[in-house]
């Protein structure tokens, strides 16, 4: 292929073209006009946020929904501060992201230039790669790279900053073709001992988890467990990774874990890990499983060798990824335990028994009605559900029944804010399709302004706002460790249906369950990007206890 001068900013668009990008959110900034140039004769989309942090959940959300890196442009400085929070998010849920930073120029460096920061220290730790572009002429060398290493192993973020004169200079480059995933396989002695630990136990367990999937994948897997009667659970909102109305499926291992879930793990004679590192949330505090040596027999599947034996000593290491891995279930010799079959029906129902309870709380609207209503009225296959962080997710991950790959978008992290951008990115790559954000009152707050993004874009994204006036989690911590001193948890909220409006969006306020159907169906036939703005009463914190019942427990025992 021919090659002529091209600007480092024609260069990067050149790049991201040839790489597949299929979206790039961004928020400008002066620092990388060049490419902001380049990109108006560009063939890939534009989405123009209001905030870098949701910018950067919008490219973090693409990449869970595609396997493929997200694209984040950011300005330098506070552009790259804002956007770390989606950095992080990318990190700790294994997520292929890149993050493009404008940077000052190289002649400016170490005199603490307007704006200027190293950005290697800054990202060093919650980024797989950090790396300036300093020729133009290797930009498509920097950028292939960093759609490998954001892609390989355990996939993650990668930032490259782009200094200002650097995007201005001419230069040569050659074309690099685009990146094909690198999978992992596990060797046939590997499956021969997995088959050897998994045929001679007795309660075996399964728990599904990280990225890398696929909806092929689930659908190996779940045609294995089901022809062995082998019961599975999925890792903290990972819910969407195992059909949760099958016959095998146990539950999701996370925050509020059932109880008798909890029980099933301990007592298992072989856990398998497949795809998750079972890092804190899933491991209850790393109380599950022993560390370094766990009581039970682990196998540990996972596509970063970094990953194995990091924290727990598995029997069995398996550097595959989960389609590498289940690639290979299919010739895998296992006969079915008679006792099986009756410990994964044991363990379905009381995961059903634990979902389909219907509890009362204080206050008018009670959730769980809601949920009821979403269970009953939306197509559990296609209907994509986002949520950031708070008690108000409860309702979601403990009542809705994922059904299929990519219909969950939710932080493992545990990042507020994320519900709103990952919500707009979803309905972006899937406009054919409802998307549904559950966002509290404390969560919406820290990206509102991204309505203005669905507005614009015409995602019609339904928002649900479960309000409660207070950070509700944190609220229940406080009345847990320090009951009755309340600390800086009291929200004043506006509301939230009239800012919705402003912004273009349909809006209601629901203040009981009778309301939220044709509240929703309304929103559904406007055409609109909606918002549903939920009054919850602040004692119904739990599904199961209020915040008066938590504080005089806690005074009960003090």
């Not at 999701?252 to 949330?281: H, Q, T, W, Y």
């Not at 099986?340 to 309870?357: C, F, I, M, N, Q």
């Not at 790959?405 to 919500?423: C, E, K």
């Not at 990115?425 to 203005?452: H, N, S, W, Y």
């Amino acid at each position: 292929m021919s090659q002529k001068m091209r600007t480092g900013g024609q260069l990067i668009v050149d790049a991201l073209e040839d790489q597949g990008a299929e979206r790039i959110f961004c928020v400008p900034g002066e620092s990388y006009l060049a490419v902001l140039d380049a990109l108006y004769d560009a063939s890939v989309p534009i989405t123009l946020c209001r905030q870098e942090g949701g910018a950067a959940m919008m490219a973090e959300a693409w990449g869970k929904m595609t396997g493929k890196p997200g694209i984040c442009m950011v300005t330098r400085g506070p552009g790259a501060t804002n956007a770390s929070a989606g950095v992080h998010i990318a990190q700790q849920d294994s997520t292929p992201m890149i993050l493009f930073v404008g940077q000052i120029a190289r002649d400016m460096r170490e005199r603490d230039a307007f704006q200027e920061v190293n950005y290697r220290q800054m990202f060093g730790s919650i980024a797989k790669w950090v790396a300036e572009i300093d020729q133009a002429e290797r930009i498509p060398e920097m950028i292939s790279r960093a759609y490998h290493v954001a892609t390989s192993g355990r996939p993650g973020p990668v930032v490259l900053a782009l200094p200002e004169d650097m995007l201005i200079e001419l230069a040569k480059a050659q074309r690099v073709p685009a990146m094909r995933p690198i999978e992992t396989y596990p060797s046939n002695h590997q499956m021969e001992e997995f088959g050897e630990l998994l045929q001679s136990a007795e309660c075996p367990f399964f728990i599904l988890g990280g990225s890398r999937w696929s909806e092929d994948t689930c659908d190996i897997f779940r045609a294995f467990a089901e022809k062995k009667s082998l019961p599975v659970g999925v890792s903290f909102r990972r819910q969407m990774l195992f059909d949760n109305g099958h016959a095998c499926y146990a539950g999701d291992v996370g925050i509020g874990i059932n109880p008798k879930l909890k029980a099933r793990i301990e007592s298992s004679d072989l856990i398998v890990l497949l795809g998750d590192i079972f890092s804190e949330m899933p491991s209850q505090s790393y109380s599950m499983l022993n560390i370094p040596v766990p009581a039970q027999k682990v196998v540990h599947i996972h596509p970063g060798a970094e990953e194995l034996g990091r924290v727990y000593l598995p029997a069995l290491s398996i550097n595959a990824s989960p389609a590498g891995f289940c690639a290979a279930l299919a010739t895998l010799d296992v006969e079915q335990k008679s006792g099986w079959e009756t410990k994964v029906r044991d363990a379905h129902a009381d995961y059903l028994a634990w979902s389909g309870a219907r509890p009362t709380v204080t206050g008018d609207l009670q959730m769980a009605e809601v949920m009821e209503w979403i269970e009953s009225n939306l197509d559990d296959d296609t209907t994509i559900f986002t949520n950031g962080a708070g008690n108000y997710a409860t309702w979601v991950h403990r009542f809705h029944r994922f059904r299929k790959y990519n219909t969950q978008l939710a932080p493992t992290s545990g990042s507020m804010g994320y519900g709103l951008p990952a919500a707009v990115a979803a309905k972006l790559k899937f406009p054919e399709r409802d998307v549904v954000c559950f966002a509290g009152d404390g969560c919406l707050q820290m990206t509102i302004q991204e309505l203005g993004t669905a507005a614009q874009e015409g995602a019609n994204i339904i928002v649900v706002v479960v309000d409660n006036g207070i950070y509700g989690t944190i609220r229940m911590h406080q009345e847990r460790e320090y009951p009755g001193r309340i600390s800086a948890t009291t929200l004043h909220n506006p509301n939230f249906a009239e800012v919705a409006k402003a912004y273009g969006f349909h809006s209601s306020t629901v203040k009981t369950a009778d309301e939220f159907g044709p509240a929703f169906e309304a929103a559904k036939a406007s055409g609109k990007p909606a918002l549903l703005h939920l009054h919850l009463d602040p004692e119904a914190i739990t599904p199961i206890r209020s915040l008066s019942q938590i504080r005089e427990a806690s005074v009960a025992t003090s």
